[in-house]
């Protein structure tokens, strides 16, 4: 019997900062995520439309210019209502009700991406893919 790696997470980054968005989105890659990235909400929007059969979730920033990022998940989950959320920012905006009834993930913006890797395989209820695999080699 043949095991192979278990099929990659996409994650749609979605941060007006270009530095930041890049760099989130290696943190995601090397923890075996597949990334999509937008600039901002109309082009995130955009994205998740052409490819939502595909995007497991998505990973914003809250303030933006033109679409903040509650605004964008609220837009997204019209679309799909379950989509997993995680909103990241520098500013600690009051989320605590949570968007449409339900509860949200926030991650603060750090220099650290740890937290930030732990929080998406935590929300998506499983160790990072190598991880898992090696597990299921006997390696881990």
Request: charge should be neutral; glycine fraction near 6%; hydrophobic fraction near 40%.
């Amino acid at each position: 019997m043949t095991i192979l790696p278990p099929k990659e997470k996409t994650v749609l980054v979605v941060d007006d900062n270009p530095g930041d968005r890049r760099l989130i989105s290696m943190a995601l890659k090397e923890s075996g995520c597949h990334v999509l990235e937008a600039e901002g909400g109309e082009a995130a929007l955009e994205i998740f439309r052409q490819n939502s059969s595909v995007i497991d979730m998505v990973l914003t920033d809250i303030i933006m210019p033109r679409m903040d990022g509650v605004q964008l998940v609220e837009r997204i989950r019209g679309i799909a209502p379950r989509i997993k959320v995680i909103f990241i920012s520098s500013y600690k905006r009051r989320l605590d009700d949570g968007i449409d009834g339900r509860p949200i993930h926030f991650v603060e913006k750090s220099s650290d991406f740890s937290p930030l890797v732990e929080t998406v395989w935590k929300v998506f209820e499983e160790p990072p893919p190598l991880k898992k695999w090696l597990a299921k080699m006997g390696f881990y």
